[in-house]
């Protein structure tokens, strides 16, 4: 290594030392003042079914990390639709041998007080698994499934809420 690659190396290194403490959260205290308060004021509705049982989990852990219980400022409500496919059967057993589980969330944040409606939107997200003759593995499989769709959809919903909330700031 010459003298002057070396000289362009530290440079280089120099240049993003410097730029090290100008990254933010996007949707952090310091870029908006008061949205962290204001996510861990989110109270979660009860959500229906298996899958809602993993949302709710995972979008309280995301909302509101710090284990306090503040007095909430906004409700969200959520519908969670799931369905199953099997895209393949194989020809000797005359069963699927992998499939594919898509769920949906439709989702509405309101503010408590007024119940005037900040967002609503919705989220998809599909999982794929193996299928086999195991019954039992089977049925873990899809359970494995319905949790890593809960969390897709557990961190675009909170992603979304942040960025709704984010505006009012």
Known sequence: MSLSDRARAGAALL????????????Y??????????????VEVTPIKDRIGHYLGDDLISKLN???????????LAIT????????????????????????????TLTKIDGGAVV????ATSAAVYDRNLQG????????????????????????RVAAALGKQH
């Not at 240049?15 to 996007?26: E, V, W």
């Open 15 to 26: 240049m993003a030392f410097g730029l090290a403490g100008c990254f933010q959260p996007l």
């Open 28 to 41: 952090g205290e310091a870029a908006h003042p008061g949205l962290v308060d204001d996510l861990r004021a």
């Open 65 to 75: 990390g710090s284990g306090e219980t503040p007095a909430a400022k906004y409700r």
């Open 80 to 107: 969670v639709t799931q369905n199953s496919q099997t895209p393949t059967v194989s020809s000797q057993i005359n069963a699927a041998n992998a499939a594919t589980v898509i769920g949906k969330a439709t989702f």
């Open 119 to 122: 967002y609503k939107g919705d």
């Open 136 to 159: 039992f593995a089977n049925l873990r499989a899809s359970r494995d499934a319905e949790i890593r769709i809960a969390r897709a959809l557990s961190d675009e919903i909170a992603l």
